[in-house]
């Protein structure tokens, strides 16, 4: 399918899938909502932790929750074991078409090292963060209680509607450890349903400019 460059209202740009109108981030600010659904209302609730975090992304893409996750894993002085799950990775042409380390000021070497290592093997890419790319389906994930948190950034439910259902909440609910977390800037009923049907308990919280709710969804069993 066709990906297009386009700029988001906070200055940063994304993918846009152009048959479907459907974008990788939110028009509103791609950094914005990144930083807020992802960072703010999914990292942050593991701040105190003492050991390493593990984070599966549902959705790897152009790179931009790996990236501000790496740059708080410094901040916040957190350990953080990320794994990025990507069926159809972006080209190099669409990375260096992305501006996120001029509008995060920060120096472009470790976005770049995101993007250029190699898929299925683990990298240190900082002593605070490391990165595993797989390239696979979503249905595929078989981790059991590996995760602390989910950052569940799929296609939106109108144009990938199985991605939302109860079979793929189940793989995610699956994944996560004891009281794991999954965040996603969706925040519609039937992902709600679906999410609490597999046994997680689902809070709707204020959402990122341009949208009024997002989904956190914690795993109860201990
Ligand atoms: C909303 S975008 C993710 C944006 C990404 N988190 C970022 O920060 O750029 C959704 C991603 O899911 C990928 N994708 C779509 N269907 C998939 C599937 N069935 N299995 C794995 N990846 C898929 C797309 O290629 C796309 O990169």
Redesign the pocket.
């Known amino acids: 399918m066709k990906r297009k460059i386009i700029t988001t209202a906070d200055g940063s740009k994304t993918i846009q899938i152009e048959d479907w109108n459907e974008q990788?981030?939110s028009v509103h600010g791609a950094i914005q909502e990144?930083m807020h659904v992802f960072i703010l209302h999914g990292l942050f609730c593991f701040l105190d932790s003492h050991k390493p975090i593990s984070i599966l992304?549902i959705?790897?893409?152009?790179?931009?929750?790996a990236f501000i996750t790496l740059l708080e894993s410094e901040k916040s002085n957190l350990h953080i074991n990320y794994t990025g799950?990507?069926?159809?990775p972006v080209t190099q042409e669409e990375v260096d078409a992305l501006n996120y380390t001029e509008q995060l000021k920060t120096n472009n070497t470790l976005f770049s090292k995101l993007h250029q290592c190699d898929w299925e093997i683990l990298h240190h890419i900082t002593p605070k963060f490391s990165l595993t790319k797989q390239q696979?389906?979503?249905?595929e994930i078989d981790a059991v209680a590996e995760y602390d948190l989910i950052?569940f950034?799929?296609?939106g439910a109108r144009v990938?509607p199985e991605?939302w259902t109860e079979v793929i909440f189940e793989l995610m609910y699956k994944a996560l450890k004891p009281k794991g977390v999954l965040v996603t800037y969706s925040a519609k009923g039937s992902v709600r349903r679906a999410m609490q049907a597999v046994g997680f308990s689902v809070e709707k919280l204020p959402g990122p400019p341009g949208k009024r709710e997002m989904l956190r969804a914690t795993k109860l069993e201990v």
């Open positions: 990788y981030h990144a992304e959705g790897f893409g152009t790179g931009l929750n799950v990507e069926a159809y696979k389906f979503f249905k950052y950034d799929a296609f990938q991605l």
